[in-house]
């Protein structure tokens, strides 16, 4: 990890033959990773990373590998500034709560926009989050209201 991000990881999301008989080798397998990465890291340069891993397997076992790869966005940091204390303020003066600077809060539309203005990525966290009953208490919802309109009305203060 970095001062800013935790350790890049590397998750081994499907592998699948595509065989539905249980006592035929397959002529084929595919796998998909998933690799968050840090501020340590670009998309260039785990690319080349996993190219030279596919060689070195391409190389040591004679076998054909196809590598594929999507960057769905880049890692970044928007430092603290105007923008980040403006919206702690506004969550304590709502709360009496001092949230936390992090990014551990996961990827969000913010890596499109990153480029043309500053970004604070805000909003609420609960127990039952990205589950299929996914869930808030409504008195949280009004909160989060309140905090969007400090936010606004300091803002254009």
């Not at 800013?4 to 590397?10: E, N, V």
């Not at 006592?23 to 998309?43: E, K, Q, Y």
């Not at 391409?58 to 769905?72: C, H, Q």
């Amino acid at each position: 990890g970095t001062d800013h991000f935790d350790a890049s990881t590397l998750a081994v999301v499907t592998v699948d033959t595509g065989n539905p008989a249980t006592n035929v080798i397959p002529a084929s397998c595919h796998a998909t990773i998933n690799i968050r990465f840090n501020d340590l890291h670009s998309g260039a340069s785990l690319t080349n990373w996993l190219e030279d891993q596919v060689a070195q397997v391409r190389d040591a076992y004679g076998v054909k590998i196809e590598l594929k790869v999507k960057i769905s966005g880049e890692s970044f940091i928007t430092p603290p500034g105007a923008l980040s204390e403006l919206v702690s303020k506004a969550v304590a003066a709502e709360t009496g709560i001092t949230p936390e600077l992090s990014t551990s809060g996961g990827t969000s539309d913010a890596r499109f926009v990153k480029n043309h203005c500053p970004v604070v990525e805000f909003g609420l966290v609960g127990q039952s989050m990205h589950a299929v009953d996914e869930n808030v208490d409504i008195a949280q919802i009004h909160q989060l209201k309140s905090i969007y309109t400090r936010i606004l009305k300091d803002y254009f203060a």
